[in-house]
């Protein structure tokens, strides 16, 4: 198990671009797979995209491909989520989550609200 921390999260415009960290405690940091979701108001969870410990991303939600980034940098314990264009329909809180056993994600943080104005 890791303790996440996520930061960044806060109110912007449509079109701006907020990046957010996500912060590992724990020795197993490194080898774990990491995820971002996020959870709108009124919907169900869904995942944003995830990040193995080599650092190949893959995002998996359509309506962000082209807009969001995912990168990781192992000797600060952190992820990042680099969110450009942003887009009302982005509202929502975001949660980084570590799968460090390779049976799911486990460990959540307590997540990041995204506000985004039209």
């Known amino acids: 198990q890791v303790q996440l921390v996520e930061s960044g999260g806060g109110l912007v415009q449509a079109g701006g671009s907020l990046r957010l960290s996500c912060v590992a405690s724990?020795?197993?940091?490194?080898?774990?797979?990491m995820g971002w979701f996020r959870r709108a108001p009124g919907k169900e969870r869904e995942l944003v995209g995830v990040?193995?410990?080599?650092?190949?991303?893959?995002v998996s939600k359509d309506s962000v491909k082209g807009r969001f980034t995912i990168s990781r940098d192992n000797t600060k314990n952190t992820v990042y989520l680099q969110m450009n264009n942003l887009k009302p329909e982005d509202t929502a809180v975001y949660y980084c989550a570590a799968d460090t056993t390779g049976t799911g994600f486990a460990s959540w943080g307590q997540g990041t609200q995204v506000t985004v104005s039209s």
């Open positions: 990040i193995n410990w080599r650092g190949i991303s893959t």
């Open positions: 724990g020795r197993t940091f490194s080898s774990a797979r």
